[in-house]
């Protein structure tokens, strides 16, 4: 009997909480026994590609990778060299995702971000060199690894999605508005289209917030005040100005300025939460899904977050919920 064909569904798991490598493993494994296609991580507080190497030693067929590894947090030959060991460990199911994360969190950690946009420029056509065996002035040149490593470049501007184009292998935005993505996507196939490559073989990871429950107002009300944290930052609010929401974010921006990160989430539209998030029963999750599909995405990754109860169980249930084997 054919098997029903399975659209490409991941989950990006937080190292911004307090989670436990073990933890991250743990839902990992429940991952993969549930038909999903890749477990991501991204890079908080915990180093995002120690975690997807433990990941690919405790898992044999789901792809692994980072949701974004920081490219101020380490030498691009290290990344390289990291990424090659991932890669071997794991049979070639490496997805490795990088970004420049923003300017003010990058601060308080006594790093100077510069240009970004070029030095993410630098980052990526070093690391894909390395990965290659194209480096030339080193002492210790490595030689090509053994299996193809995909280097996704974040970005929520046309800018970054332009080198995402024309140096990667695909785009990995996050918090993009549905409405916006297509902009975004049609900036890195020109780029692509200009460098000689087939626009067709780029792909789009898009990391969504996801927040499941039965009771829609209240699934609705935690991604608002998720949107709501995010709007701390300007590089969030900047994207969504440009999706039409310029009105909305100067309101959410004098909330915060007063300390009211209530206040804040009350001004969050609820058109912005349904172009941005996945909310309420696993139903209607499926067809926020397949809506993000339409518009580009090729590999959506659900980024959990918890309905009244804890981060680690809600993203067991989600899983389970939206199993693509269920």
């Known amino acids: 009997m054919t098997q029903p064909h399975r659209q490409p569904l991941g989950v990006v798991l937080s190292s911004v909480t307090d989670t436990t490598v073990r933890e991250i493993i743990e839902l990992a494994e429940l991952a993969q026994a549930q038909g999903f296609s890749a477990v991501l ?101 490595p030689p090509p690894t053994a299996y193809p490593v995909p280097v996704y470049v974040a970005g929520n501007t046309v800018e970054s999605a332009q080198i995402a184009g024309a140096l990667g292998d695909g785009l990995m935005p996050f918090l993009s508005p549905l409405s916006y993505l297509p902009k975004l996507l049609a900036a890195a196939h020109e780029a692509v289209a200009q460098r000689g490559g087939d626009p067709r073989s780029f792909g789009c990871c898009l990391s969504i917030p996801t927040f499941i429950s039965e009771d829609e107002d209240a699934a609705r009300s935690a991604a608002r005040y998720n949107l709501a944290f995010f709007a701390q930052l300007p590089n969030y609010r900047r994207q969504w100005r440009r999706a039409g929401y310029g009105v909305a974010m100067e309101a959410v921006k004098a909330a915060w300025e007063s300390g009211a990160r209530r206040a804040a989430a009350q001004q969050i539209p609820d058109e912005l939460v ?53």
């Not at 397949?290 to 809600?314: H, I, K, Q, Y």
């Open 41 to 141: 991580v991204n890079e908080g507080r915990a180093d995002a590609l120690a975690a997807s190497l433990a990941i690919a030693g405790a898992t044999t067929d789901i792809q692994v990778g980072t949701n974004i590894a920081n490219i101020y947090f380490r030498h691009p030959f290290l990344c390289a060299a990291t990424a090659r060991t991932i890669a071997e460990i794991s049979g070639g199911r490496l997805l490795l995702g990088l970004g420049m994360s923003h300017r003010g969190l990058l601060a308080t950690l006594g790093i100077e971000m510069g240009d970004g946009r070029q030095t993410l420029r630098e980052y990526v056509a070093y690391v894909k060199k390395a990965l290659a065996g194209q480096l030339t002035q080193g002492l210790f040149n």
């Open 274 to 326: 349904a172009e941005v998030c996945v909310y309420g029963s696993a139903a209607h999750a499926r067809g926020q899904l397949a809506a993000f599909r339409a518009a580009g995405a090729d590999l959506p990754v659900l980024a959990v977050s918890p309905v009244n109860e804890e981060r680690f169980s809600a993203t067991r249930s989600a899983l389970l919920a939206l199993a693509p084997k269920a």
